[in-house]
């Protein structure tokens, strides 16, 4: 089967940095994708990996190992307004994109 | 500016009641989703539309069906609507289906059903 694995909640302050994991198995892989999704709204497109290494796009940053099946969004000074869910997507062989449920974070003062 | 629009943005219906979401698009792309959410979930795909090939996921229930009367528009129907389809809908378009193709979604509809 094909799965998506992000923690479903994380807790930072603002003014910090925090990094979200996310770790996949699909069928084939065509780039990995994250998007924001704050409550009640629809997911904003936020990075787009598909070689290994760091895109780096203002405060927010996105890594990608093939090898590991793993990525992570790099969140730096951090702002209230970036409280909001942060869901992973794998483009598998089909060119399906295999949602991650989404990881909630929490900016707390 | 180019966008994803669904109307409404909030519906109510009554449980058995059909009821057709709608979705438009003036980024001129070839392909458009909808996806179902619910409340912390992943979003699953319902449909999507390569041009006018429609395309019905596999676990897509029979209650749900799908328009593309032209490229800009598209159309969610659910014939008879359960409590469990209760969800936001989700629309998307991208311009292709290939590798580094990004899905663009509308702001969704939120469903309550009575």
């Given amino acids: ?109 | 500016d180019a966008m994803v629009i669904q109307n409404p943005r909030y519906q109510v219906t009554q449980f058995g009641k059909p009821v057709t979401l709608s979705c438009s698009q003036t980024l001129n792309h070839n392909v458009m989703y909808w996806y179902q959410q619910k409340s912390s979930q992943a979003p699953k795909l319902l449909f999507h539309y390569y041009d006018k090939d429609f395309n019905n996921e596999a676990d897509t229930p029979d209650n749900f069906q799908s328009r593309r009367p032209n490229t800009s528009f598209c159309f969610l129907d659910i014939r008879s609507p359960g409590l469990g389809d209760a969800a936001m809908y989700l629309c998307a378009t991208s311009r292709g289906a290939g590798v580094a193709e990004t899905q663009y979604f509308g702001p969704g509809t939120r469903l309550l059903v009575l």
């Fill in chain 1, 1 to 109: 089967g094909q799965n998506i694995d992000q923690p479903t909640e994380m807790t930072a302050t603002e003014g910090a940095i925090v990094q979200i994991n996310c770790t996949y198995q699909t069928s084939g892989f065509n780039g990995l994708f994250w998007y924001q999704q704050h409550a009640g709204e629809a997911p904003t497109f936020l990075s787009y990996n598909v070689l290994d290494g760091l895109e780096e796009k203002g405060r927010f940053s996105s890594f990608l190992s093939r090898s590991k099946g793993y990525s992570y969004l790099l969140l730096k000074e951090l702002q209230m307004k970036d409280s909001a869910s942060y869901l992973c997507a794998v483009k598998d062989s089909n060119y399906q994109l295999i949602w991650g449920a989404g990881t909630k974070l929490i900016i707390k003062p």
